[in-house]
């Protein structure tokens, strides 16, 4: 599969067969993590695997009730380990490197067959008790990850003259 056709065709996938994520898979999802790029190659990013039915449920009550968090066979919760690290642009480097290391499971994980669906709404004290994250370290995202079981949807997004100018901002 070329980069465009997974970039094109994936969408989130909210609901998952009840198969296991094969070892191998799931490792070549997390080395797609590990090549990710970052600022300054920093790589301040923590990768917690979640497999235990338990954790997981908690994890979908910290999710604000999204239940299939806790149907899915794994869920990876990425934090930025080094927060306080900024870019010479002002911006967190902590959010910006996780968002691309986690942009790349994502893909690497769709090639594989597998749905994921980016979930950014949880109450993040509740998350990093869960998982014994130390008080300093960032969760920037969690990511359900399983075998399909539902069609893939539609996208809905906007047209490029909407989003792009050239030259200067217009
Ligand atoms: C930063 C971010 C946070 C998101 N948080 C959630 C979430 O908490 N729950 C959820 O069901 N989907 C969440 N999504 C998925 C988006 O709703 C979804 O990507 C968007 O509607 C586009 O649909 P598509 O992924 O199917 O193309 C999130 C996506 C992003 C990028």
Redesign the pocket.
Known sequence: MDVFSAISQ???V?AYKPIDVEEDKLMKILEAARLSPSASNRQDWKFIVVRIKETKKKLAKA?FG?SFIGEAPVVIVACGTEPKATMACGQPAYTVDVSIACSFMILQAYELGLGT??????KEDETKKILSIPEHVRVV?MIPMGYPDQPP?Q?SRKSLDQIVCFEKYE
Do not use: D, V, Y
Not at 117 to 122: E, K, L, N, P
């Open positions: 994936r969408s989130s909210r999710a999204q669906c980016w979930i950014g709404a949880f995202a949807s996208k």
